[in-house]
Structure formats: C-alpha cells, structure tokens
C-alpha cells in the first residue's frame, strides 16, 4: 500500500474494536503503531491527520458495558499533506444566521456561507437491514464515508485504491465522485456484489442515502411516543426507589 501511494497522497483506514468477554481492544491504536513504526525511517513517513470518529445511532445492545456506536478513521498521508477541499464537504451550520456581536465584524455573518468544517467526529447512519444501500454484505459501510473523504482528499480523476473492497463501497463513491477505482476482495459473492454495484454506478442507478444531517424524530409519530406498557414498567421501577 505505501508503494502504490504517491507522495502526499491520502491512506485512510477505517477500524473498530475487538471485543471479547473480559475486554475491548481499540484496533486503531494497533493500526497507528504499525504504520508509524513501519514508515518512520522511510523517506516519507506516515503521518497521521485526523482521527475521526464515526459514530452512528443504532447497533447491538449491550448488557454489561455502553453500547459501541462509533468507530475510528485514521487518516495518514505518506509525507506532507499535498490536498485538503475543505469547501467540498462543508457541513450545513446550526445557526447559520449567527452574527458577530463585536470587534471589526460586528453585526456581520459569522459562519461560512458554504457551510461549516464537518469536524472529526462524523454522525453517518449505518447500514442496517433497512438502509437503501443494504446489500449481502455482512459489514458494509455508508457511501457517504469514503465519499466525504475522497471529496476532501483527492482531486477530480484522481486514483482511489480499497485493497478490501467489500461490497464495493469506496469504488461506488469513487465513481460517484469522477475518481478512478482500483480494488481487490478475496471472498467471490461480495467480488460478485461490488461487481454489480459498481456497474449499477456507472449506469446511475445505484440507490445511496445522500450525506445530509440526521434528523430529529417527529416527536408526534408513533414510533416516537412512550408506549404505555414501558411507561408503566418505569414507573414502578421508580416508585421502587421511593
Ligand atoms: C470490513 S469488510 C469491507 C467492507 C466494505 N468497506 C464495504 O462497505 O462493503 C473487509 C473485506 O475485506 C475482504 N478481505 C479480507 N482479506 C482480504 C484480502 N487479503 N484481500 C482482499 N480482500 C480481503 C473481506 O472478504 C471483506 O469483504
């Protein structure tokens, strides 16, 4: 991979954690150590960027430690970084309307008009049973990921290489994106899955949830309210504590 890789140019490696009964083990830590140690003596070393956090709103439910709803994404470019398009993937502001209350820019627009710096912690939807992209594989990523970040690392026809390609994600969004793709899979029926995604791509019907904000539930849908039985269950567990 640091062979292939062009001066300046981007690696980006998304992790999460093992996790056996008596601890978890953040992989990332694991994966920084590698490519530090790896490459410190080399011309052009690793170096890392950002660290983002990927977090998402649902998962397995935990009984005995917090439910994991985030992963990591490393980001390291091999010497100096040659290529950040912040303004390709700025993010709507809160309060966009927001002024400067003093000095020289007083009463003006504060915020950017493109929007604001998407920061290092990404709240993207997983793909669940449900999501519009699901398809046979068993962990596959939102487009919308390695899309923020081939929109931010990379120019326009530029190479984009996932040596675990899966179902084919990073190589839809590269070509989503007009970038080049190369990737590999060692499994067939995901090879087969990532085949036809990329082609579906190519042919503009590839189905994909645009990376937009999540939204708050509608606090009146049904799914929203409280149901009575778990209102009741509450209750009684509170009035057992009085
Ligand atoms: C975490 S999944 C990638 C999922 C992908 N990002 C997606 O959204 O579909 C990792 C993939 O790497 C593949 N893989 C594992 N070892 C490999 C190898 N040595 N060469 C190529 N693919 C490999 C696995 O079969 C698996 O599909």
Same mark, same amino acid.
């Given at each position: 991979m640091y062979r292939v890789l062009k001066v300046g140019g981007s690696v980006c490696w998304q992790i999460g954690y093992h996790i056996s009964d008596k601890c978890v083990i953040p992989l990332d830590y694991l994966v920084y150590d590698l490519f530090t140690s790896l490459s410190k003596d080399l011309d052009f070393p690793l170096t890392l960027r950002n660290r983002i956090i990927w977090t998402f709103g649902h998962g397995l439910n935990?009984? =005995?430690?917090?439910?994991g709803r985030h992963e990591v994404i490393l980001w390291f470019t091999k010497g100096e970084q040659k290529i950040f398009n912040l303004d390709e993937v700025r993010v709507p502001q809160k309060y966009p309307g927001k002024k400067?209350?003093?000095? $020289? =820019?007083?009463?003006?627009?504060?915020?950017n008009?493109?929007?604001?710096?998407?920061?290092?912690?990404?709240?993207?939807?997983?793909?669940?049973a449900k999501h519009v992209e699901k398809t046979d594989h068993p962990c596959q990523f939102p487009i919308a990921i390695p899309q923020r970040l081939i929109k931010a690392l990379t120019l326009p026809d530029g190479m984009v290489l996932d040596p675990f390609a899966g179902s084919g994600t990073t190589g839809a969004a590269a070509i989503l994106e007009g970038r080049r793709f190369a990737g590999s899979e060692i499994t $067939?029926?995901?090879?087969?899955?990532?085949?036809?995604?990329?082609?579906?791509?190519? =042919?503009?019907?590839?189905?994909?949830r645009e990376d937009k904000p999540v939204v708050a539930p509608n606090p009146n849908s049904a799914v929203a309210k409280l149901p009575e039985e778990f209102k009741r269950i509450r209750e009684e567990k509170n009035g057992e504590k009085h």
């Open positions: 935990s009984i =005995n430690r917090f439910s400067a209350y003093r000095g $020289p =820019n007083k009463g003006k627009l504060s915020g008009p493109l929007g604001k710096n998407p920061s290092d912690v990404w709240e993207i939807p997983n793909v669940s $067939p029926k995901y090879y087969k899955t990532a085949h036809k995604r990329l082609r579906d791509t190519i =042919n503009g019907t590839l189905r994909i």
